[in-house]
C-alpha cells in the first residue's frame, strides 16, 4: 500500500525537522520545503530514507506565492500531498514595538501569515475533495505567543500567530464538508535555533525556562509528537482544534 504524504514547510531545522523524522517513522512520505539550509534538508531527508520513507528536499520561500505552488507541485513526484504541516515562521530580532524597524515587522507578516495562509490556499486547492483532491489534514503552527502577547520581546511575531488562531478556525469549517481537517499546534518554548538565529537570544531558552510551569524547555521531538497526533486516523473527529503543548504556561 502506497504511503500518505506530506508535505512540511520549514522542514530542515527545528520542530519541522522532528515532524520529518517522526512522520518517516510513522509511515509518512516526506516532502521537506526550506528556504536556504540545503545541508540540513539533506540530513533530514537522510533520516527519513533511514526510516524507510520517500523524501524529497525542495527549496522556496514560503512568503512568496510563486515558490509556494512549485514546492507543491514538486512535492507532488511523491504522490498525492495529503497534509500539509504549515511550520516555517520567523520572529524578527526582539525588542519593543516602539524600537522594531517596520522591515522586520513586515517580514514576520509576509512569511508567518500572508506566506502561512497562501500555504493553506494551495493546500485547499489540492487536497480538497471539492477540487478533485484526495482529502487529508492542515496542521498549523502557532504559538502560546498569540496568548501571551509577548511584550518586550516581540509583539508583532505573537500578532502574527493570532492570524494563525484565526484561519485554523476559519478554515476548518470553511474546508469541513471537503474531507480535510485543520487543526493547530502552539507550542511554548521550545528548543531550537530560533532563538540564536531569528530573535537573536542564543540563551533565550535557559533563561525562560525558570518560568515555565513544568521548569524546562520542549524539546521538537514533544512538539512534532502533536502534530502527527492531529494528522492520523485517531483524529478523524478533530478540527478547528488548537493544541497547546507547553510545559503548562
Ligand atoms: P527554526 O529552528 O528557526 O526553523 C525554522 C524553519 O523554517 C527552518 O527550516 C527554515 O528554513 C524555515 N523557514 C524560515 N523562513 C522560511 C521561509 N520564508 N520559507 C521557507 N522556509 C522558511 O524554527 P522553529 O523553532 O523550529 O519554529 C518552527 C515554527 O514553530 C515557527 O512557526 C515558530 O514560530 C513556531 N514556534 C516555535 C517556538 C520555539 O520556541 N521554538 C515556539 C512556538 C512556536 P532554513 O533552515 O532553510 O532557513
Not at 88 to 110: N, S
Not at 233 to 238: C, D, L, P, R, T
Request: contains cysteine; proline residues 4%.
Amino acid at each position: 500500500m502506497s504511503r500518505p504524504v506530506v508535505l512540511v514547510t520549514g522542514g530542515s531545522r527545528g520542530i519541522g525537522a522532528a515532524v520529518c523524522r517522526l512522520a518517516a517513522a510513522r509511515g509518512f512520505d516526506v516532502a521537506i520545503v526550506y528556504r536556504s539550509e540545503t545541508a540540513a534538508a539533506e540530513a533530514v531527508a537522510e533520516a527519513c530514507r533511514q526510516a524507510g520513507a520517500a523524501a524529497l528536499v525542495i527549496a522556496g520561500d514560503m512568503g512568496v506565492q510563486d515558490e509556494i505552488a512549485a514546492a507543491f507541485e514538486a512535492a507532488a513526484r511523491l504522490g498525492p500531498v495529503r497534509h500539509v504541516v504549515n511550520n516555517a515562521g520567523i520572529t524578527g530580532r526582539a525588542g519593543r514595538l516602539d524600537a522594531t524597524d517596520p522591515d522586520v515587522i513586515r517580514e514576520t507578516i509576509d512569511v508567518n501569515v500572508t506566506g502561512a495562509i497562501l500555504v493553506a490556499r494551495e493546500a485547499a486547492r489540492r487536497l480538497a475533495t471539492r477540487h478533485g483532491g484526495p482529502g487529508g489534514s492542515i496542521v498549523n503552527i502557532s504559538s502560546v505567543a498569540a496568548e501571551i502577547g509577548s511584550p518586550g520581546e516581540y509583539v508583532w511575531y505573537a500578532a502574527s500567530k493570532g492570524a494563525i488562531d484565526s484561519l485554523t478556525i476559519g478554515l476548518a469549517r470553511e474546508l469541513a464538508g471537503d474531507g480535510v481537517r485543520v487543526n493547530a499546534v502552539s507550542p511554548g518554548l521550545t528548543e531550537t535555533e530560533i532563538h540564536a538565529r531569528s530573535t537573536g537570544e542564543p540563551g533565550r531558552a535557559a533563561r525562560i525556562a525558570p518560568l515555565i510551569p513544568m521548569g524546562r524547555a520542549g524539546q521538537p521531538d514533544e512538539i512534532a509528537e502533536a502534530v502527527l497526533f492531529l494528522m492520523g486516523e485517531g483524529a478523524s473527529y478533530v478540527t478547528g482544534a488548537n493544541l497547546k503543548v507547553s510545559g503548562g504556561r
